[in-house]
């Protein structure tokens, strides 16, 4: 990915690269949070979809990784898809400790 990575507008956790003016198939994201990234270049209406389905993996603490952040992280590197369960857990995890590793 040759473009650099801009915050999305509405998720700035969501990160996202433009391929340009001249393609209908332009961004392409991928989450900060969990590693997750779109498996292709997308319109702006799939960005945003993706954003979406990304917005609620804000940690408990906006300047540090929660517990649970972490735990999702090193399972998501593992190759361990989320599902509800987990959600769940990642967010009593970080209620539980806010505060885990500081943000950069």
Known sequence: MSN???Q???VPWVHCADAGPNTR???FCMCRVCGAEMP???TPQ???AFAAAHAAHQS???THFGLGDLV???TGTLGIKPCTPCEARRRA???AFPQVLRRR
């Open 8 to 10: 999305h507008p509405n």
């Open 72 to 74: 999702a992280k090193a």
């Open 60 to 62: 408990a603490s906006p």
């Open 4 to 6: 650099p990575l801009i």
């Open 25 to 27: 198939l332009r961004f």
């Open 40 to 42: 292709s270049y997308g």
């Open 93 to 95: 995890m970080n209620n």
């Open 46 to 48: 799939q960005a945003d």
